[in-house]
Structure formats: C-alpha cells, structure tokens
Nanobody, 125 residues
C-alpha cells in the first residue's frame, strides 16, 4: 500500500492560483496511477484528475479542464496539482489517491486503496 501526504491547501481569492503536492512512499509507483479527488460540504467525493505514473498520461474532469494541471516528479515520488483561475465552486477538501492501474476505472473512488488525509482549498468570491 502507498502512503500519501498532501500539502499546499489554503484560502485564496477567485482567479488566484494554488499548487497542491502529494508525496508518496511505501512502494514503487511503476504500476500505479495517482489521482486528485475533491469533496465539498454536503457533496460526494468527485474525481478531478488522474495521471498514470509510468507514462505520464493524464485525464481531467470537465469542470477543471484547461484550468488544472496534474504533473509528477519521479525523483521525489511526488504528484502536483496546479490550479489556476480558481473559482468559488472549487472550494473543497482535496484528496490524493493511489491505485493499481489494473483496478478498473480511475474516475471511481472504489478503485483506490490508498488515500491521503486531505487538504482544504477555499476560494472566496
């Protein structure tokens, strides 16, 4: 199992940028995909973006496409989420998650067996 620790959340204004980090440890990520999910108060946890560690192939939820970018640093076993043009509706707790690439659809929370503790992102209008 992979141990994940997120950092980088905070309070920003609409239009600002923020970068989240997720440091992974515990095993090789060669056959893993890492993702960011988010959960707003009273709502279900939703998929934001995913990156396949070995190839760097990415995918995004429609709501963040063109504004958010996921990337990885292989040497540091760290994945980043660069968030630009933030909107109040982006306010949520953001979670980093890891899964085997053989676990099924990466947009579903139940395919992930490792989760970080979450980091709060608040965007004021």
């Amino acid at each position: 199992q992979v141990h994940l620790v997120e950092s980088g959340g905070g309070l920003v204004q609409a239009g600002d940028s923020l970068r989240l980090s997720c440091a992974a440890s515990g095993r090789s990520l060669t056959t893993y995909g890492l993702a960011w999910f988010r959960q707003a108060p009273g709502k279900e946890r939703e998929f934001v973006t995913h990156i396949r560690w070995s190839t760097g192939i990415t995918d995004y939820a429609y709501s963040v496409k063109g504004r958010f970018t996921i990337s990885r640093d292989n040497s540091k076993n760290t994945v980043f989420l660069q968030m630009n043009s933030l909107k109040p509706e982006d306010t949520a707790v953001y979670y980093c998650a890891a899964r085997s690439v053989y676990s099924g659809n990466y947009a579903y929370t139940n395919t992930y067996n490792s989760w970080g503790q979450g980091t709060q992102v608040t965007v004021s209008s």
